[in-house]
Structures are given as C-alpha cells and as structure tokens.
C-alpha cells in the first residue's frame, strides 16, 4: 500500500511538473510569435503617436512611437515583449486607459481589430494591469 501510494505521488508530481514545462513553452511561443509581429518603432512624425506604459508592480513606465494606423494587437504584442524583456512573470494583462476610462484586452485571432486611430490612443497614458493579480 504504501508503495502504491509513494508512486501516485511521484506520477503526481510529474504530472505537475509536466503541466509547468508545457505553460512556459507556451508563454515562450507567445513571446516569439510577438517579437516578429512588433515592428520598429517609427520615427516622429504625421500620423505617427507616442504612447507611455505604466507596468504593473511599478518600475520605470515605457515610451513607444506607433503609427496610429496599428492596431490594438500592436499594443499587446509590444507589452508581451516588453515583460519578457523584464524577466516580469505577468502572462495575462489588459491594457487600460483612465480619461476616458476604458480596458482593451487581447484580441482573439480573426477578431476584427481597431486601429490606434479609431481608439483615440494618440499621446496617450496607458496602464498594464495584470489581471492575475
């Protein structure tokens, strides 16, 4: 019996350890797949915006130029990286603004996406908010 048991808690924690392995591949893949789709950063100019990130836990706050023609999954794809580039453990987040308030969470793929234009996001303050929190 005791056997018995001391094997279904090693295959248990296999387990676990296995469920670990596959989040952070998958975490990983995400954080690749955001790093091509991220496209340099556009110098200054017309129809061009400067965005500021406050990230979660504090820290120093980010600035990016986007045109104003990308869309929402710039912002997410841009965060993604910038998180992993931090060695920060947040996975799931949205992005908000305060004035006037509103949450963009990550677009789900073949959802029709808005462009920074269309959100008002032009000199905009935005705050990462991890929603594991």
């Known amino acids: 019996m005791r056997q018995h048991l001391e094997e279904e808690a090693r295959e248990a924690e296999e387990l676990r350890d296995a469920l ?20 340099v950063e556009p110098p200054e100019g017309e129809g061009v915006t400067t965005l500021r990130f406050r990230m979660p836990g504090g820290g120093k706050a980010l ?5 104003l023609d990308d869309t929402v999954q710039m912002l997410f794809d841009y965060v993604r990286v910038a998180l992993a580039e931090r060695d920060d453990d947040v996975v799931n987040f949205a992005i908000e603004r305060s004035y006037p308030r509103r949450t963009f969470e990550a677009p789900v793929g073949g959802e029709v996406q808005p462009t920074l234009r269309e959100l008002g996001l032009s000199d905009a303050a935005l705050f ?6």
């Open 20 to 39: 670990v392995l596959s989040e952070v591949l998958v975490q990983q893949a995400n954080v690749e797949r955001a790093q091509r789709r991220v496209s």
């Open 63 to 67: 600035r990016r130029r986007f045109h």
């Open 128 to 133: 990462v908010r991890d929603l594991d929190a």
